[in-house]
């Protein structure tokens, strides 16, 4: 028996835009985070400049060969979005048989290898930036102090975003990103410094009686931060420093000079909420510096001839 060429079940003369709206319905209801559902739409607004809004298999498969070519011009992290949130509907689609089999499967088509721009960022131009920032403006402080957590613990903005004040350990200096806030869904607590404790406390005391809302990072009205404003927070600092810095750097730091301050990688995988290791294995890359630091400080040369002796003594 052949394969139908019908990918919607037209008994109930769906279209392929009613059909993702039910889909994202159903994201709404498992409880999924506004900004995914916000990404989702934002993915298949796009796909409205290539579709006809066909239920002709063999159409839309030719619509999303065209999607995913002109994507593939673009950065893998902006290409893999596009697949998954596809993938995913696709997948749904077919789990509640409105489809025989996943287009984007039979097309063959896979993620992009991605690995990741990392930056990290150099300490003076770190410290550049925490100094143009007005630590007197409620605002500018609480910038300051989710740069200064960022740099502390490796959390992703969005993660820091979602804190709520009972997520906050002031007496034993750590944070819970629970499940529900965490990307990966899995429940990590992360050590802080005493220092970025202190500043949060000190935050949180600078809180107006009538913010209702429990988060840790609110905005000017109490409400909760995003990760685009915060990017543009940080786009204006780095006008005023003269050096570009965005929030996914600060993350990108903090691993960096983990690893180069010899923490443990599997402590690092831990913090970052990596659910692979080769995520995290991305940052162990060595500077030229520090692998002539490491030569001088580790070779088995060092207790074969001691350092002081001269060429000419082995010779005598």
Known sequence: MGKKLTLIDLSDNQTLEEVFEEFVTFKVASGMAQSTIDLYNYEYSHFRRYTSNTTDIRKLKAELLRLFSDRSKL?????????????????????????????????????????????????????????????????????????????????????????????????????????????????????????????????????????????VFNNHEGGKMHTQMFTRRLFEYSIRCGSKITPYDLRHSFATKFIENEGNIFVLQNMMGHSDLRMTKRYVTISQEKMQEQHTKASPLNNIIQRNTRVVKLFK
Request: charged letters at 30%; glycine letters at 2%; a positive charge.
């Open 75 to 215: 950065a893998p992290t902006t290409y893999n979005m596009t697949y998954k949130v596809f993938n995913c509907f696709f997948n749904w689609a077919e789990h509640e048989k409105l489809i025989e089999v996943n287009p984007i499967k039979e097309l063959g088509l896979k993620a992009k290898r991605d690995e990741g721009k990392l930056r990290s960022i150099p300490n003076d131009k770190i410290k550049s930036m925490l100094q143009v920032i007005d630590i007197k403006q409620y605002v500018e402080f609480r910038d300051y102090v989710i740069i200064l957590l960022m740099l502390d613990t490796g959390i992703r903005p969005v993660e820091a975003f979602r804190l709520e004040l009972d997520n906050i350990d002031l007496e034993h200096y750590s944070i819970v990103v629970t499940k529900e806030k965490a990307k990966t869904r899995t429940q990590r607590q992360l050590p802080v410094s005493k220092l970025v404790i202190d500043l949060i406390h000190k935050l949180l005391k600078l809180r107006p009686d009538d913010w209702e809302l429990n988060w």
